[in-house]
């Protein structure tokens, strides 16, 4: 029997549920609902649906911490999915590109897999070529998270991982908490922190691939970006940073005034998979980057505190992965803007420190704000 629990915009509550009950659907009012989803690991994974006063929803699991819908409105008025999912745990258990999930330790690649942290060589899983990608073998996209619904006026969803001493490889235990929050302004707002017994690199962020057509049987080569950034980090042939910032003029790498990711993506080998050198005013929270899909009329726009942003254009989809609404995902189907401190900083001194310490709060927001 699925269980679901809703709440109301006045007492939005677990506490206040009406558990028990037969129904399978979300309740569709203001709140946070759950269902159950599967086991993993003996663990039970749950599906939270986020509804805000618009009607409008994200789903996120606590496997992986994946944001696995969002509905959002064309000029149109009609809903569509904006990023790609799955409509089931099953897929998730498969190998797939890390569909909107949470990914650490280390967010992107580390160069041989391995770094060195006073003194100490460490040793990391290579499981991308000869490079270490997102965490390793099990990464935190591929764990289950604890959940900690959060009372407010707003749904939001706080989910907690302890990841133990040697995890993947990395020192020290490290205690991260996320904190999902689904506003009436079509804003999901990511907060991460974490907190260390060790020296220990960190870098955390969330792989949502979108294509605002809502349409996965398409591309998202005629969407238009525009990223503040007049630098990016080039890479090697196995995607690793060579330590450069190179500045973006006269480059298809210039997105500071829009332009269609299809209008120079042939000049860029392989496509977009690069991080960009965000143009910041401060440490604050602000906006880097909008997408936009003139058919549809929906623009997203992505706001952080973080260094970076990984533009990945989708490249090594491949027509084989069959995503929510039924559509193969092809090459270039949905992107991802992976806000992030810059690949291979363990082994890159030049790069900002992606080192917690003992005592050192780590604290990163990124938001995404669906909009027309
Ligand atoms: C990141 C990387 C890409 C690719 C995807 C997952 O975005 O930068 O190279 O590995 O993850 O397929």
Redesign the pocket.
């Known amino acids: 029997m699925k269980q679901i629990i809703t709440a109301g915009i006045a007492a939005l509550s677990l506490a206040a549920c009406s558990s028990g009950s037969e129904d399978t659907e979300p309740d569709t009012t203001k709140g946070l609902a759950v269902q159950e989803w599967g086991m993993v690991d003996g663990k039970q994974v749950h599906l939270y649906t986020l509804t805000n006063a618009k009607g409008n929803t994200v789903t996120i699991t606590n496997y992986g911490g994946i944001v696995t819908s969002w509905m959002a409105p064309d000029k149109a008025g009609n809903k569509a999915n904006i990023v790609v999912g799955f409509d089931s745990l099953a897929p998730y258990l498969q190998k797939h590109?890390?569909f909107g999930a949470l990914i650490g330790r280390y967010a992107?690649?580390i160069g041989d897999a391995r770094f060195i942290l006073d003194g100490v060589t460490y040793q990391l899983a290579a499981n991308?070529g000869k490079n270490h990608?997102?965490g390793g073998n099990k990464g935190y996209d591929k764990v289950v998270w604890e959940v900690k619904p959060v009372v407010d006026s707003v749904p939001a969803l706080t989910l907690t991982y302890h990841s133990p001493d040697g995890e993947e490889g990395y020192p020290g235990n490290l205690h991260i908490e996320v904190i999902y929050t689904f506003t009436d302004e079509d804003e999901l707002l990511i907060e991460y922190s974490a907190s260390t017994d060790k020296a220990t690199p960190v870098n955390l962020t969330n792989?949502a691939y979108f294509n605002l057509s809502g349409d996965m049987g398409t591309t998202i080569l005629g969407h238009t970006l525009q990223v503040k950034a007049d630098a990016y980090t080039p890479v090697d042939t196995t995607?690793i940073t060579t330590g450069e910032r190179r500045s973006v003029e006269g480059s298809p790498f210039d997105f500071r005034t829009p332009h269609t990711i299809g209008e120079r993506i042939a000049d860029v080998p392989g496509g977009y998979?690069h991080n960009f050198v965000l143009a910041r005013e401060g440490a604050e929270l602000e906006k880097v980057a909008v997408l936009s899909d003139s058919v549809s009329g929906r623009k997203l726009e992505v706001y952080t505190t973080e260094p970076g942003m990984?533009f990945?254009s989708g490249?090594?989809?491949d027509g084989t992965i069959r995503v929510n609404g039924g559509n193969l995902l092809q090459k270039h189907g949905a992107l991802?803007m992976?806000t992030q401190h810059f690949?291979d900083s363990p082994n890159k001194p030049d790069f900002p420190s992606v080192v917690l310490k003992p005592g050192e709060k780590y604290h990163t927001i990124t938001k995404y704000k669906a909009t027309l």
């Open positions: 590109p890390y992107n690649r991308n990608l997102h792989h995607l998979d990984q990945y490249n090594f989809l991802c992976e690949p």
